[in-house]
Nanobody, 114 residues
Framework: VQLVESGGGSVQVGGPLRLSCVASGDTISRYCMGWFRQSPGMEREGVASIDSDGSLSYADSVKGRFTISLDNAEKTLYLQMDNLKPADTAVYYC??????????WGQGTQVTVS
């Protein structure tokens, strides 16, 4: 599966941004899909995930502000980010979970909040 992220950019504090991740090669609704992020000098961290049964999970730092969703027909994973904070500045990656591990890391998309 190839995953290509887009939608990043520069945004003011408190603003919204929507990230997209287009998949090719497989039906991603079969898998748990997730968004991770990494800031310079920081560990990569999980942001949100959506399982094959539709259950959602969010990091405490983004609960109530971020929404993950999946359009199976479009083979696209989304991350709607609202009320953005400077701490959300990072490169964001979408990934696929197989057998307990995350795969198909792409180039990511940069989000800068200032």
């Amino acid at each position: 599966v190839q995953l290509v992220e887009s939608g990043g950019g520069s945004v003011q504090v408190g603003g919204p941004l929507r990230l997209s991740c287009v998949a090719s090669g497989d039906t991603i609704s079969r898998y748990c899909m997730g968004w991770f992020r990494q800031s310079p000098g920081m560990e990569r961290e999980g942001v949100a995930s959506i399982d094959s049964d539709g259950s959602l999970s969010y990091a405490d730092s983004v609960k109530g502000r971020f929404t993950i969703s999946l359009d199976n027909a479009e083979k696209t994973l989304y991350l709607q980010m609202d009320n953005l904070k400077p701490a959300d500045t990072a490169v964001y990656y979408c990934v696929r979970k197989v057998g307990g591990s995350w795969y198909d890391w792409g180039q990511g998309t940069q989000v800068t909040v200032s």
